[in-house]
């Protein structure tokens, strides 16, 4: 049997007229009911995390992995399947990727953000990864610090140990080392105080939405579209 | 007489109906953008194709006499079309769980339903072998003057001249050489499913087989070349259950005669260096598919995709393993939860370089089990050309396939009920 559009159409807008204002209903008055009562809207929200590996921080040896490493950690302390995940930021669930992004990270918040509380939830979760990061670089310097103050002890042991034994030191070569030792710790040091007092440049964090939230027209529109494509296809394969 | 011929096709030219006029726009016209679309990411705009469907669709409303059907009995692709509707409802599904949707599949797959309507009213056993002898034969001249550098090629860019770069590889009337790989894929599969009907498909078999070749597409020439043999051994299965001792001694003694031309006149060893000399044939010998293998299954355990330094030999396999890229946030979406495996995760990307990865994660299990019910009745080696292809190349992206798609199975059709059908 054959079915024309003239037919099609009288069976989808007359004959079915029930099925078409129930869609109508559907797309336009139940639809944007239950979107702004019963939405759950987590997993809309993540957190863009990138590391830059070009930056001042970088050029010191010492904690030049550190924002490599910190992918890492912060994938480990946010992941759902560990117990002892960081309390702070629990609410949080981190994915690495590999390829083009794999200086990158994408951490999706597990806590009901809406339009109230988004800006200040948002705000003060950069804000503990930041301080996070912060901890977590000054945690990986402190032993290269403690390690060239060590070196100093080391060095005047060394120098006494030589006077009371009566040996001759070589002072060109105790200053030149004591020297560059004090250096090395003075440039560690205030790379420690300039983590602590700045704002990190390795590691920007966006705040990125998802799912774009459309708005509910264009929601109910797209719902009315697909809605009527199906039953126009059922009004013209079952005639 | 001459003139009075010439009359005569006029006159037949002038009462072609408006339909098939569009039939032929649709299939023969190459891709061309009217304009490009104000989106990232987008390359592509609106075509002639789109805009002659759009046409169909108007002048379905302004039919006074003899009103086209929209659909009959003996119309094919109606399991797709139900398919469509799956989508569709898993996408309502992911709208309401406010997932995004690609609005341009969501009219793709719209136009498609239109396409499919409009090419079961025009398409039928009196011009659908006519119209892909017809295609066969421009494709197969355009081809060949174009890897003589005689001719450019027009493709979604515009028109580009034999000697620019993407030219080294024939296009055909076609968008791409991709497509004029798959397209002449599935042309020398319908011409062998319409060998009752169709007179000498064995040189349009040929001509399909030279320009597959002549897209110096890789998977989808695999494919093609293990379709053929699968029909082949279909012919051979077929022969052996015609037994008989006089034909199996003129085989032995045709493997004999053979085998001695081959050694005596060392031809492995010519074929060797005539293979070595062409760039295709070569670098098609230098895939290592044991080493794809391996990155395949690295990819799907731990996600890994080599980069261009750690790729072995780049030059053969890193176009290969860069299409992983583009399925990665599909996948890793897919993977998120378990309802995802049921119906997908909706359309959301508009390129993903595999029809294999798209129809798994778009419409999940639930539309897999459809799509494997809707291919029951298709031959094997039609699939088997599909799937190999599909593995790295999103086919129904290009209308062009899909409307050569809707061919092969509309020959399938016609073979299937032996040519009673319309």
Not at chain 2, 122 to 151: E, G, R
Not at chain 2, 316 to 324: G, N, V
Request: with cysteine; net charge positive; proline share 2%.
């Amino acid at each position: 049997m054959e079915i024309t559009l003239f037919e099609a159409l009288k069976k989808f807008f007359i004959k079915g007229k029930l099925i078409f204002l129930l869609i109508l209903i559907f797309s336009f008055g139940v639809y944007p009911l239950i979107e702004s009562n019963y939405f759950d809207y987590k997993d809309n929200d993540y957190l863009l995390i990138r590391i830059d590996t070009n930056t001042i921080e970088s050029s010191y040896p010492e904690i030049k992995e550190t924002p490599i490493e910190y992918l890492d950690r912060l994938q480990t302390i946010t992941s759902r399947n560990k117990s002892d995940r960081n309390q702070d930021l629990r609410k949080l669930d981190c994915r690495g990727f590999v390829g083009p992004r794999k200086y990158e990270v994408d951490c999706y918040f597990f806590i009901k953000l809406n339009k109230s509380n988004r800006a200040e939830e948002v705000e003060n979760y950069i804000n503990l990864i930041k301080e996070d990061y912060k901890n977590y670089q000054l945690k990986t310097l402190l032993p290269f610090i403690k390690k060239e103050k060590e070196k100093v002890k080391v060095r005047y042991d060394e120098f006494k140990w030589q006077e009371e034994m009566g040996i001759d030191p070589n002072m060109m070569h105790f200053y030149d080392s004591i020297f560059n030792f004090r250096r090395e710790i003075k440039l560690l040091e205030n790379l420690y105080s300039h983590i602590k007092n700045n704002d990190t440049k390795s590691l920007m964090i966006t705040h990125k939405i998802l799912n774009i939230e459309k708005d509910t027209l264009y929601n109910s529109i797209l719902i009315f579209i697909m809605l009527s494509f199906i039953n126009f296809c059922r009004v013209i394969l079952i005639n | 007489m001459y003139f009075k011929s010439i009359k005569q096709q006029l006159i037949n030219f002038k009462n072609i109906k408006i339909k098939y006029f569009f039939l032929i726009l649709v299939i023969f016209l190459p891709k061309v953008d009217l304009f490009q679309l104000p989106l990232d990411g987008v390359k592509q705009g609106p075509r002639i194709d789109d805009i002659i469907i759009l046409i169909f669709a108007l002048s379905l409303f302004f039919q006074n006499k003899n009103p086209m059907a929209l659909w009959s009995n003996n119309f094919i692709f109606k399991n797709w079309i139900i398919f469509f509707c799956l989508i569709m409802f898993f996408n309502i599904i992911h709208v309401i769980n406010h997932k995004n949707l690609n609005l341009l599949i969501l009219l793709r797959i719209i136009e498609y339903t239109i396409l499919i309507i409009f090419l079961n009213n025009v398409l039928d056993k009196n011009n659908i072998y006519k119209i892909i002898k017809f295609y066969i034969i421009i494709n197969f001249i355009f081809s060949v003057l174009q890897v003589f550098n005689l001719i450019g090629s027009i493709s979604s860019i515009g028109y580009l001249g034999p000697d620019h770069l993407l030219n080294q590889r024939s296009y055909g009337i076609l968008g791409g050489s991709w497509e004029l790989g798959i397209v002449f894929g599935i042309l020398g599969l319908a011409c062998f499913r319409a060998r009752y009907d169709m007179k000498n498909y064995l040189f349009y078999m040929t001509l399909c087989s030279i320009n597959v070749f002549l897209a110096y597409g890789i998977t989808n020439l695999i494919g093609y070349v293990l379709s053929i043999i699968l029909i082949l051994l279909i012919i051979l299965f077929n022969k052996i259950k015609k037994f008989s001792i006089k034909s199996i001694i003129y085989s032995l003694m045709l493997i004999l005669i053979i085998s001695s031309i081959f050694y005596f006149i060392n031809f492995h060893t010519n074929i060797y260096n005539k293979i070595l000399s062409n760039d295709f044939l070569s670098r098609l010998s230098k895939i290592d598919f044991l080493y794809l293998w391996d990155v395949y299954t690295n990819y799907f355990t731990t996600g890994y995709i080599p980069e261009l330094n750690d790729v072995k030999d780049p030059l053969t396999h890193y176009s290969i393993i860069l299409r992983l890229e583009t399925w990665q946030s599909s996948i890793l979406e897919f993977q998120k939860n378990n309802i995802s495996k049921f119906i997908g995760i909706g359309l959301n990307e508009l390129y993903i370089e595999s029809l294999i990865v798209r129809a798994i994660t778009a419409t999940g299990l639930i539309g897999c089990i459809l799509i494997f019910y809707s291919i029951l009745g298709v031959p094997l080696y039609f699939l088997i050309f599909i799937i190999i292809s599909g593995i790295n190349i999103d086919l129904y992206v290009s209308i062009k396939i899909f409307i050569f798609t809707f061919i092969f199975f509309k020959i399938n059709q016609l073979a299937r009920h032996g040519n009673n059908i319309i």
